[in-house]
């Protein structure tokens, strides 16, 4: 049966792989709703803007009357809600946007949808979901393996994992999980939550990792690897995520927790020397790119080891990565180096590469 989903953040790197998946791999409906900040952009989805079952809306998830003219609207079956200030370096220089976004917007979203699921009726009220996704970082960091003995078995993240956010980032995305529970637990709105590991792939905004570091690479420009590059995280591809975010969105279970990862658990260091050995093959030139590798002085506050355990969502819904690390970062590269225009117009906005996050 065909629904008719609302993508809160859906001109986002994860929101725009979301509505790609819906528009070119099933026969929903699809309403973007997007407030357009820096790194929202109507260009990742150029693709399909034209398609009849697509609706683009820009609103902020924080002007209750626009939320709720858009859900009197179009009706939505379900909400996936991914609209959110992502970049931990951004939060450390400017806190108070996240907590607007990704607090006081959760909350506006989670009262408008309240109000319209209450005056629903017969199975449009009974189907009805809300899919908050969140991330890996809510729940701090784990044990490296710098700090334990050789041969320990590290542990991983589950559903059950204790909240330690380390930055002002993960703490508004902790704050708004929370928030998303207790209106399942005390109105009884029926909503799930998906936390997932870092994301990567193309139409990445190049504040992040890899697109930062390829970007860098091809304009001869350092890149830079904080501290000593040894801090592990848990690499998923965009477009894999997408795929379990939209299957969690339509058989997931209500009250439920998945977690969802890429079973790729990478140093840092040795992720930015992979994609400058995979350039040294593509487009190669005189000097290995590796010789641009710079170390600069670490984020405060650095969590140094994520991984999560996804055997859940394996196991209870069938999903699991279709990309190893090793196939999704050239799969990445190649994607840049082939749409420079599209990343041309992100860098000619205010975002030129620069350090972001050093807590001065």
């Not at 529970?181 to 998906?194: A, D, E, I």
Request: aromatic residues 10%.
């Amino acid at each position: 049966m065909n629904k008719t989903i609302l993508v809160t953040g859906g001109a986002g790197f994860i929101g725009s792989a979301v509505v790609r998946h819906l528009i070119n791999d099933t026969t929903h409906t699809v309403i973007n709703l997007d407030k357009l900040t820096y790194a929202g952009n109507l260009e990742s989805l150029h693709s399909v803007d034209s398609d009849s079952r697509y609706h683009f809306e820009q609103i902020d998830i924080c002007d209750a009357e626009g939320v709720r003219s858009v859900l009197e609207q179009y009706q939505p079956d379900i909400i996936m809600h991914l609209a959110a200030e992502s970049h931990v370096d951004r939060s450390i220089d400017g806190p108070g946007e996240f907590i607007q976004t990704n607090v006081v917007g959760t909350y506006t979203l989670l009262e408008q949808a309240r109000a319209y699921w209450s005056g629903l009726t017969g199975q449009k009220r009974e189907s009805f979901k809300f899919h908050h996704i969140s991330t890996d970082e809510v729940y701090g960091d784990l044990p490296h393996p710098d700090e334990v003995d050789s041969g320990t078995e590290l542990p991983l993240f589950t559903e059950t994992t204790p909240y330690a956010p380390s930055s002002p980032y993960s703490a508004s995305k902790a704050s708004s999980d929370q928030l998303v529970r207790s209106w399942l637990r005390t109105y009884n709105l029926p909503t799930l939550v998906t936390n997932c590991s870092n994301n990567y792939g193309p139409y990445h905004f190049p504040e992040k990792l890899i697109p930062l570091v390829i970007l860098n690479a091809l304009a001869g420009k350092p890149l830079p690897v904080y501290g000593k590059g040894n801090q592990i995280r848990d690499w998923l591809y965009v477009e894999d995520h997408a795929r379990a975010l939209v299957l969690v969105a339509l058989k997931g279970k209500i009250g439920e927790t998945y977690n969802i990862g890429g079973h790729n658990e990478k140093q840092n260091l040795e992720v930015v020397n992979t994609i400058c050995s995979i350039l040294d093959e593509v487009k190669p030139k005189e000097v290995p790119y590796a010789e641009q590798i710079t170390y600069v002085q670490d984020r405060p506050g650095h969590d140094m080891r994520y991984a999560i355990d996804a055997s859940k969502i394996e196991r209870e819904l069938g999903w699991s990565p279709q990309e190893t690390f090793e196939s999704g970062i050239r799969k990445t590269i190649e994607w840049y180096l082939n749409n420079e225009s599209w990343w041309q117009a992100v860098q000619d906005g205010s975002y030129q590469g620069e350090r972001l996050g050093a807590g001065n």
